[in-house]
Nanobody, 115 residues
Framework: QVQLVESGGGLVQAGGSLRLSCAASRSIFSIDTMGWYRQTPGKQREWVARITSGGVTNYADSLKGRFTISRDNAKNTVYLQMNSLKPEDTAVYYC?????????WGQGTLVTVSS
């Protein structure tokens, strides 16, 4: 079973930046497309960005130009660089396989953007 550990969240002012990391317990990145998702209380988890094993990226339309997803297969790690953060980006961020997530989700990392 894959274990995913997200980190890098925190409190940041609007306009600031954060870099999130997601470490996997085993070498999965050679074949899997990985994604970042986020969730706010009372809302469904939404997809944010994804990256194929070959490095092709896609983003939710509302986030294009502000977020950048990347991966380091040698380190079994996926990253999410978030710039020009807005209060509406406040959420718990998770990583998982896309489009069919692994059964077990990590604990997520909380991003709070103050206005």
């Amino acid at each position: 079973q894959v274990q995913l550990v997200e980190s890098g969240g925190g409190l940041v002012q609007a306009g600031g930046s954060l870099r999130l990391s997601c470490a996997a317990s085993r070498s999965i990145f050679s074949i899997d497309t990985m994604g970042w998702y986020r969730q706010t209380p009372g809302k469904q988890r939404e997809w944010v960005a994804r990256i194929t094993s070959g490095g092709v990226t896609n983003y939710a339309d509302s986030l294009k130009g502000r977020f950048t997803i990347s991966r380091d297969n040698a380190k079994n790690t996926v990253y999410l660089q978030m710039n020009s953060l807005k209060p509406e980006d406040t959420a718990v961020y998770y990583c998982n396989r896309w489009p069919f997530p692994y059964a077990s989700w990590g604990q997520g990392t909380l991003v709070t953007v103050s206005s």
